[in-house]
């Protein structure tokens, strides 16, 4: 029965790799790869030439089988396009697999932009809670962000360059103020840490490249968001606060998640305030909102 090596490849600089990573890459008859085209720019390197055969969340399930056939004969490594297999990539399906069949798991541990992000943060690490990469759609992002607005823990979420400035508008409605620590191309040529809030985010990466990881820095239970205390906030500031923040165009759903987000109260509360713009003709001038509300222009 052939071992499964679970081997966390670097994140960026190749000089990351440990020396036992290296040793066994070179060893196993097999490597399996999410992408072949990254594992071979980093087995080249190290001058190692095994069979290599991709393994991916659209890989059919007679690629599964023919990886669980040959592990029954021989050892394999799983490595991913970078960090440890397992974690936001597919190698956990693979490994589960093995598991059921008998295989030995030998991990080798390496590399994380999870936790290479947490160790500069400058944040308390010894709880937090990996959010992953933030969901494309902005409903559901937005959701995750409210769930991460709740946390007293450090919260980890990983975005991309083309999504970026989408995701930081949503925190700046929905985090507010929350300190971030924003690491790009971690390890690389470029690497950048960069610390502040999502307004400043948001003019800072105003033509975002490459991956980000985002630490937001944890609540002290004191500050927790708690929509149980949203009674005290008045149905007139509610108004206030929608007609304010009201964008030509907005829709109601969106205008409702940036009320809630200001005002830390249940997105419901905020819906049912917003309807009433409908039937009311609002302007600003009607309403007067006083410094105690408002710290910052939009």
């Known amino acids: 029965m052939g071992i499964l090596y679970v081997v966390g490849t670097p994140i960026g600089n190749l000089g990351d790799i440990t020396l036992r990573a290296a040793e066994t890459l070179r060893s196993v008859p097999l490597v399996i790869a999410e992408d072949t085209r990254v594992a071979w720019r980093l087995l080249k390197s190290l001058d190692a030439t095994p069979r290599v055969m991709s393994f991916h969340r659209h890989s059919s399930p007679a690629r599964l089988r023919a990886i669980i056939d040959f592990l029954s004969k021989c050892d394999a490594a799983l490595v991913s396009d970078a960090g440890t297999p397992g974690v936001n990539d597919p190698g956990g399906d693979l490994v589960a697999e093995a598991v059921r069949h008998g295989n030995p798991i030998v991990p080798l541990p390496g590399p994380s932009s999870i936790i290479t992000a947490l160790s500069v943060s400058g944040f308390n690490a010894d709880r937090f809670t990996a959010f992953g990469f933030l969901p494309s759609n902005g409903s559901s992002r937005r959701r995750v962000l409210r769930a991460v607005a709740s946390e007293t823990a450090a919260a980890v979420l990983l975005e991309t360059s083309h999504r970026l400035c989408s995701a930081l508008m949503d925190m700046e409605n929905i985090l507010g103020d929350r300190e971030l620590v924003i690491c790009r191309e971690m390890t690389k040529l470029y690497e950048e840490i960069w610390r502040g809030n999502s307004a400043a985010a948001r003019e800072h990466f105003k033509v975002p490249r490459g991956e980000f990881v985002i630490v937001a820095a944890p609540l002290s239970a004191s500050a927790r968001w708690q929509p149980k205390d949203e009674t005290k906030v008045e149905d007139s500031l509610i108004l ?23 005002l830390a109260i249940q997105r419901r509360r905020a819906y049912q305030i917003v309807h009433r713009l409908d039937t009311i003709d609002a302007d600003v001038s009607d309403f007067i909102v006083s410094d105690e509300h408002w710290r910052c222009s939009d």
């Open 240 to 262: 206030e606060t929608a007609v304010k923040m009201r964008l030509p165009g907005m829709s109601r759903r969106d205008l409702a998640d940036k009320v809630a987000g200001r």
